[in-house]
């Protein structure tokens, strides 16, 4: 993996590894509460906010009349396992198919791969959850098919077996399919896609593509 | 340690506010330790029993000594196994959940005790024997009849009836209770030309002197340890330290220690739990305490042992097994 | 016939075991406070979410992080997550081949109720993380040199935890001198010394782990007859020396793996190890 050789401005980097933002470990101090908020990585203990992993200090100030947030960034896959998180974005890929739901197992969690995967979380979309208008009218075979893989949005905690998940959104839904022939669906609308080789169209929830 | 209540914040705000002015919700001072009720030679098959009661919390230690051949490593020495068995009273859904539940159902396990409290129980286990079997206590040399031939294996069986605080506490002062109430019969063990050839389970021939054991209670000699220390457990609540805590007490400390405490006040093991870190400085004032407070319960316990006289059987009225 | 008339002799067999005193030195050459060299390594496991590896003097033991993952146990649904770990001599560990059964759950217990300080479980909802731990080799030390290997495996793994945690054991007994006795303090045995002064009852022992950024005790655990309060703070002073030497050489290597990681090159050309 390249590194940029400026990604990093002068006042900011470590002094050990120029090419990093400053780097810190669990336990460190990084600030107090009333400085900054706290954001990954980063836990309060009597008003001082103190690193909980290993990785690099990230200051972002997003909003001009709120605390900057300082978080503990760790890129790439060397970074800190990831577990679903109501409200996060997920990649899941379906694994069965039921009238009123559809079971799938997540892969990813806002852009990080899970890593660990001899027990994948489960994730479940409930009827209700597939999309937001004229929810009584909905065949699940023409909105998912097995084997697809589908963004959404983690609604709950869920119950022991799975996390409960939504796509009623219309950035959420189908990202990647296969046809009945074995090649890729490419998106047409909210609701089809056609197979790239053989035109032929197939149902779907289709996630809106981002520009 | 085994703490089964689930305090709802206001309780728990009440009960650390009472602790940082100095009393807690039954009245008691941080230092002051609930009543005992300590009973011995309860079980008459055993060699040595007791049984420790207080508030809830209820313990029955049994020793039961057998007559068998010292460790290959450690010839002129007798074996001692400490054992703790947690009744399904104690865990609900048979479940034991290790340290302290204030912080929901989060906790760190070991690998194989996940499955049932049976690892939990082993551990328990270990650590009494660690704490309050330190060979400064006990020493297993006066164990040992014949070296190489003959040595008494000890079985102190503890079993927790109920748990609602200062578990390891009232498990230090059954066991002692019932090592002072045991006596090793006398034996005599036969000369070298008496020796028989024995045909062990495996077929190897092995010589064994015969041995005689004179059962009665007068002849036997006490228990070689007289002065098993005592565990006293003082938890951290708000960075103060209480002592004897309540199952709910338990569930509000940060963290927990347990100084095993002999007779004269001397310090033998120490032990930290929960979830907490402590400052070094309060632990040194808590092992000075650990000295005073462990000597006190001391006194009190032989106290009422000289009132129940030696030995000797007490015969009363007996209500029941469980009847209080 | 005795079955365990042959067993494979170290290369050099060690003298009979000393403790320093005044000019004279340990049967190894240390000085009492004298702790042997450390090594420590992170990553040897590469399918495991974070591992390390950690050596003192010949103790040496190997800890891999797997985990978060889903539950399988069906009864478990809580808002916080679980820990599990789980601790094995390799057979060829100590020298006899007897069962390490009871010793391996009396150190998981010791481990998990040292680790539950440390680690933020709440962080890792529904989820489990699965520890494990291998002797390799048994030299006295066994312990502090699996909570080392652990604590560095987990701060490997990234697992949030609120501070990185070395841990130590001391000890300390009695000694005739020519005018009376004295009281004296030694890191760190060997097993040959373990055996020589700990099963005996000579020696108090006290393990001891330190959250290296506030010094505070996350773990504690001993026995002996000098517990009494001016040895005890004898003991936990120099265990905190010794701790914070440790954090701080873990604190490098932690950094030094994960500038590796992103292929991000040192500032001087002299290696940091």
């Known amino acids: ?211 | 340690m085994l703490s089964q209540s689930t305090l709802s914040p206001a309780e728990r705000r009440f009960l650390e506010d009472g602790v940082r002015q100095g009393f807690r919700n039954d009245g008691r001072g941080l230092l002051d330790y609930r009543p005992y009720t300590v009973e011995t030679g309860i079980l008459p098959s055993t060699s040595g029993s007791s049984r420790v009661r207080s508030f809830g919390t209820d313990v029955l230690c049994a020793v039961k000594v057998d007559m068998g051949s010292p460790p290959a490593d450690k010839p002129d020495e007798g074996v001692v196994s400490v054992n703790v068995e947690c009744s399904a009273s104690v865990a609900p859904h048979g479940e034991l959940e290790g340290g302290s539940s204030s912080r929901a159902t989060g906790r760190v396990g070991g690998g194989r005790r996940d499955d049932s409290g049976e690892g939990w129980s082993a551990y328990l286990g270990a650590l009494l024997d660690d704490l309050c079997l330190p060979p400064c206590a006990l020493d297993k040399k006066a164990l040992c009849v014949s070296p190489h031939v003959y040595a008494w294996h000890v079985n102190v069986d503890i079993l927790l009836l109920n748990a609602a605080g200062g578990v390891l506490d009232a498990m230090s002062l059954a066991m002692r209770s019932a090592l002072r109430d045991t006596t090793l019969p006398s034996v005599s063990v036969g000369s070298r030309d008496e020796w028989e050839e024995e045909d062990t389970a495996d077929g190897v021939q092995q010589s064994k002197p015969p041995f005689d054991v004179d059962e009665r209670p007068t002849a036997g000699t006490p228990f070689p340890a007289q002065d098993i220390p005592v565990c006293v457990t003082v938890g951290q609540v708000c960075s103060h330290y209480v002592w004897d805590m309540s199952s709910e007490e338990e569930s509000c400390a940060e963290a927990q220690v347990t100084v095993a405490v002999d007779r004269n006040g001397r310090c033998v093991a120490v032990h930290k739990s929960g979830m907490a870190s402590i400052d070094p400085t309060g632990l040194l004032q808590v092992l000075k305490d650990a000295g005073r407070v462990g000597v006190e319960l001391i006194k009190k316990l032989e106290a009422a042992m000289a009132k129940l006289g030696t030995g000797q059987p007490v015969v009363r009225e007996r209500l029941g097994f469980m009847a209080a | 016939m005795d079955a365990a008339t042959y067993r494979p002799l170290p290369p050099d067999v060690p003298p009979a075991p000393t403790v320093s005193f005044g000019a004279a030195e340990r049967s190894d050459g240390r000085t009492n406070e004298d702790v042997r060299d450390i090594e420590m390594q992170t990553g040897p496991i590469s399918s495991a979410v974070g591992s390390a590896f950690f050596q003192i003097g010949k103790t040496k033991a190997l800890s891999a992080v797997y985990g978060p993952r889903q539950s399988m146990r069906q009864a478990r649904t809580s808002s916080s997550g679980a820990v599990n770990i789980d601790l094995k001599f390799a057979p060829f560990a100590v020298p006899s081949r007897t069962s390490m059964a009871e010793r391996e759950r009396y150190l998981v217990g010791m481990l998990s109720e040292a680790f539950e300080s440390i680690i933020l479980v709440e962080r890792y909802a529904k989820s489990v993380i699965d520890i494990t731990c291998i002797v390799l080799e048994d030299d006295g030390g066994v312990l502090s040199a699996c909570f080392n290997a652990i604590s560095l495996a987990a701060a490997h793994a990234g697992l949030e935890m609120t501070d990185i945690v070395t841990a130590t054991s001391l000890y300390c007994m009695e000694v005739p001198s020519d005018t009376s006795q004295n009281v004296v303090y030694l890191s760190d045995l060997t097993a040959a010394e373990e055996a020589c002064w700990l099963s005996s009852g000579q020696c108090t022992e006290m393990h001891v782990g330190i959250a290296t950024s506030g010094s505070s005790i996350c773990f504690l655990h001993g026995t002996g007859s000098l517990l009494n309060p001016t040895c005890a703070e004898q003991l936990l002073g120099r265990a905190e020396e010794i701790c914070r030497a440790i954090g701080k050489e873990m604190r490098a290597c932690l950094k030094a793996a994960y500038a590796a990681s992103q292929n991000a090159a040192p500032a001087k050309t002299t290696a940091t190890e």
Not at chain 1, 63 to 81: F, H, K, M, Y
Not at chain 1, 138 to 149: A, V
């Open chain 1, 1 to 211: 993996m390249e590194v940029d050789e400026q990604r990093v401005p002068e006042d900011e980097q470590d002094k050990d590894f120029p090419q990093l933002l400053p780097l810190v470990t669990p336990g460190e101090r990084i600030g107090h509460v009333s400085a900054y908020r706290a954001g990954a990585g980063v836990y309060e203990r009597r008003g001082h906010l103190y690193a909980s992993k290993v990785g690099e200090k990230l200051i972002e100030q997003d909003d001009s009349n709120q605390l900057p947030v300082v978080s503990v960034e760790t890129a790439g896959l060397s970074g800190s396992p990831s577990v679903p998180f109501t409200g996060a974005t997920v990649l899941a890929q379906v694994t069965r198919i039921s009238p009123r739901r559809v079971d799938c197992i997540i892969l990813s969690v806002e852009g990080r791969p899970i890593r660990d995967t001899s027990n994948p979380y489960k994730g479940i979309i409930r009827l209700q959850d597939v999309r937001p208008f004229e929810i009584d009218q909905i065949d699940m075979l023409e909105c998912f098919r097995p084997t697809d893989i589908v963004k959404a949005k983690v609604v709950s905690l869920g119950d022991s077996r799975s996390f409960h998940l939504s796509t009623a959104e219309q950035d959420l839904g189908v990202v990647f399919a296969k046809s009945t022939s074995g090649h890729p669906l490419v998106a047409l609308k909210w609701n089809e896609m056609e197979c790239s080789k053989t035109k032929e169209r197939e149902p779907r929830k289709v996630a809106k593509p981002s520009d």
